[in-house]
């Protein structure tokens, strides 16, 4: 027979994420459309500037930017072209129809204009310092709008009693502690954060122990009447002498105290008797103790 090639050996594929990029970047830009690009001249070297696409030449696309002074042109590779979000701007960074750097910073930045310092990122909070008062932001009314709601459930938006909310109803669920991270650069507001979380938390538990304390004071229904005046002045008088003892008498609490009267009058017949020489005047019998001390008397 003759010998049958050996089948050739596949390895695992490799996916190069840069290509990928670079194949959706190409399919998505057109000529004409608004692009984020860093412009170190116009924009520095951290920021983004919007720019448009004059032309698209493989990973090359040439994007043109302006600013009141002067206008340039850039070749940059596809990967560094971002497009915007085209809509309003939303709560919640990961709603973002194009999610990138500057199309997170522009929404922040539009977010903020309005007097909204709060923005989520899934489960995390974003928040910017606005250096001012901003009327309406915090509150008992904010506070009640948070309550029992989920983070993106809550009529208020995204806040800050929002996350201390979802801590307070973990730790009650799970009877453990939690945990809220606060952190930030200098002046970003981590004081002041603080400062609500703590605020909410001490409204939460006191506003949670309310309807407990209102129910065990509420009024009794005129439907309901009151017991008798004898028989509630007897249950109080025997509560008051033996609060953790039944008001009812059991056998065992009618032995005991028919025990108890048997032993004083014994010991008040003894007492008689070693008062006076005479036989004693009560109507119990001496014990015999008492029976010998008389006998030696006598």
């Given at each position: ?10 390895g ?157 109803v ?40 309310r ?41 065992s ?19 008689a ?18 029976r ?7």
């Amino acid at each position: 027979m003759a010998d049958e090639p050996a089948p050739e050996k596949k390895g695992p594929r490799k996916l190069v994420l840069g290509q990928k990029e670079k194949k959706t970047s190409e399919r998505k830009l057109k000529e004409g459309q608004r692009v984020w690009v860093k412009d170190t001249s116009i924009a520095g070297t951290d920021y983004f500037a919007l720019g448009n696409v004059l032309a698209i030449n493989g990973n090359k696309i040439t994007v043109e930017t302006a600013n009141d002074t002067k206008t340039q042109e850039l070749i940059l590779p596809s990967h560094e072209c971002h497009l915007p979000h085209p809509g309003e701007p939303v709560p919640d960074h990961c709603q973002l129809m194009f999610l990138s750097q500057p199309t997170l910073l522009e929404n922040t930045r539009k977010r903020f204009l309005k007097d909204k310092i709060y923005t989520y990122v899934g489960e995390i909070l974003v928040a910017v310092n606005p250096f001012k008062l901003i009327q309406g932001l915090y509150g008992t009314e904010v506070m009640a709008q948070c309550r029992g709601k989920k983070t993106w459930q809550a009529a208020c938006g995204p806040h800050v009693y929002a996350i201390a909310e979802k801590g307070y109803v973990a730790m009650k669920k799970s009877s453990g502690n939690q945990c809220i991270v606060v952190s930030g650069e200098s002046g970003a507001g981590k004081t002041e954060t603080n400062k609500q979380l703590m605020n909410y938390l001490i409204w939460r538990g006191a506003s949670a122990r309310r309807p407990r304390a209102a129910a065990r004071r509420a009024p009794r229904s005129p439907l309901t009447p009151h017991p008798p005046a004898r028989a509630q002045a007897r249950t109080r008088r025997r509560a008051s002498r033996s609060p953790t003892r039944s008001s009812t008498p059991t056998r065992s609490s009618r032995r005991s105290a028919t025990r108890r009267r048997r032993g004083t009058r014994t010991r008040r017949a003894s007492a008689a008797t070693c008062s006076c020489s005479s036989a004693p005047t009560t109507r119990w019998s001496a014990p015999r103790s008492v029976r010998s001390c008389s006998s030696a008397r006598g």
